[in-house]
């Protein structure tokens, strides 16, 4: 309960906690940042972090000539590249272990399940498409390790979501800010963004229970 209290608090005042964040750390904002990008997509035990709503806050919060914009697309884009990779490389040399153990409580049965159904439906461009899904962003590499995906493929659409995925939230944010009603309204469009980015999960979960 306390980690969705403090989920919920991050979300409804972002601008708030960004604010802050780079007030307090100043160029040490962006190594921040980093890590909480590089945490969410490259270890399992991190899904719940903020992924789409945080880089759509930061390109809102840059577009107030907080931080550099470029500087920004391209330290996130690394993180999230280099996130997936460990990922993979988890799932690859400990993946197995950890879930006949079951050494990491956050490692559910139905995230995995999920994940691998992706697998089967869209093939290795569910490390692409999986970065704008939730939880399956997150267990995307991991289950490509197990499965001992090649690297070099995994690796090219590693960096072609990653660098996606960086860009069409961190921009969409930077200029969209600039509108005034986006500005007044950014705890709704964190809302709303949030609620899109869970649909597809929702819907396919409705579709499986209509086949059983």
């Given at each position: 309960m306390e980690i969705i209290s403090t989920f919920l608090d991050l979300v409804l005042h972002l601008d708030k906690h960004l604010s802050v964040i780079v007030q307090n750390h100043g160029p040490w904002a962006y190594g921040i940042f980093f890590l909480v990008i590089?945490?969410?997509?490259?270890l399992v035990a991190t899904p719940f972090l903020p992924g789409d709503?945080?880089?759509?806050g930061l390109g809102v919060f840059v577009a107030a000539d907080s931080l550099n914009i470029y500087w920004l697309f391209i330290i996130l884009s690394m993180a999230a590249i280099l996130g997936d990779?460990?990922?993979y490389a988890i799932g690859k040399y400990i993946g197995l272990t950890l879930l006949e153990r079951n050494k990491i409580r956050f490692i559910k049965e139905a995230h995995i399940k999920k994940t691998e159904n992706f697998y089967k439906k869209y093939g290795p461009k569910t490390i692409v498409l999986a970065r704008f899904i939730p939880i399956v962003r997150t267990f995307a590499p991991f289950v490509a390790g197990i499965s001992k995906m090649q690297y070099i493929r995994f690796f090219t659409y590693n960096c072609l979501g990653g660098i996606l995925w960086i860009a069409i939230f961190l921009f969409s944010g930077y200029?969209?800010?600039?509108?005034?009603?986006?500005?007044e309204n950014l705890?709704?469009?964190?809302l709303l963004i949030?609620?899109?980015s869970i649909m597809p999960g929702v819907v396919e979960f409705f579709r499986h229970r209509q086949k059983q």
């Open positions: 590089f945490a969410e997509t490259g709503s945080l880089l759509f990779s460990v990922n200029y969209l800010g600039g509108f005034k009603l986006v500005k705890n709704i469009v964190i949030i609620f899109l």
